[in-house]
């Protein structure tokens, strides 16, 4: 799989959008960009994935750009609630289920 | 929908003995992977269950095993307990093996291997 690069950590306002960036300059045609949280003392939650496409559901929005080397989740009015570390991760989709986490980034959400 | 449940929540075990955790996947899940993270860091794959086998391995040493029943529950067995298996284990379960399905995580049993 390939190798993700995030910010160790960043802050933001509280209802302000965060932008978390995310690269993967070595991705392949067949590997998806996952984001997963993780929130103190809990498991990691899914938030969004894609391949291609910019999408976009109840949590977040994930925006990858044309060549597919970067991509950014956004959320869209942060909350203290959000205050967790964010995993970006690159998979192919194939019968070895296995997601490879990295540091992450420790998101802080200040009022 | 029920999520993922795992238990014990905790779990204190000594040196050398051997532990058994337990994951319900998520209704309509098949495929059931385990995690270990060590406190801070990021969860690492130990293994993945689908159809009763075992489908794909991390780098974890024969003492953890792992069993996947008709229902898609799964147990995590680690032997001969070291210290360094302290840490938080989690289950995480998806649809199928293959595909863009997500994983979606329990909250873990924090074990502490003393």
């Known amino acids: 799989d390939a190798k993700t690069t995030q910010p160790p950590s960043m802050d933001c306002a509280e209802g302000r959008a965060a932008n978390l960036p995310c690269n993967h300059s070595?991705?392949?045609?067949?590997?998806?960009v996952y984001w997963y949280r993780q929130i103190h003392s809990q498991g990691p939650q899914y938030i969004i994935h894609?391949?291609?496409n910019n999408e976009t559901n109840e949590m977040a929005s994930l925006i990858i750009t044309e060549d597919r080397k970067s991509s950014t989740l956004i959320l869209p009015h942060a909350t203290l609630r959000d205050t967790a570390v964010y995993y970006c991760?690159?998979?192919?989709?194939?019968?070895?289920?296995?997601?490879?986490f990295g540091a992450g980034t420790t998101v802080t959400v200040r009022a | 929908e029920t999520g993922v449940t795992q238990s014990p929540t905790h779990l204190i075990k000594t040196r050398g003995q051997q532990v058994t955790l337990r994951c319900s996947s998520q209704?309509?899940?098949?495929?059931v992977s385990w995690y270990q993270q060590a406190l801070g860091q990021g969860p690492q794959f130990i293994f993945q269950?689908?159809?009763?086998?075992?489908?794909g391995r991390g780098n974890f040493p024969p003492r953890f095993s792992g069993l996947q029943f008709p229902n898609y529950s799964s147990e995590l067995n680690v032997n001969a307990l070291e210290l360094d298996d302290s840490a938080l284990y989690l289950c995480?379960?998806?649809?199928?093996?293959?595909?863009?399905?997500?994983?979606?995580f329990g909250n873990g049993t924090r074990l502490t291997v003393t």
């Open positions: 269950y689908y159809r009763e086998e075992e489908n």
């Open positions: 991760i690159v998979r192919v989709a194939s019968r070895d289920y296995k997601l490879s």
């Open positions: 209704s309509g899940h098949n495929t």
């Open positions: 070595t991705i392949s045609g067949n590997e998806y």
């Open positions: 894609g391949l291609k």
């Open positions: 995480a379960s998806s649809l199928d093996p293959a595909g863009d399905s997500p994983l979606h």
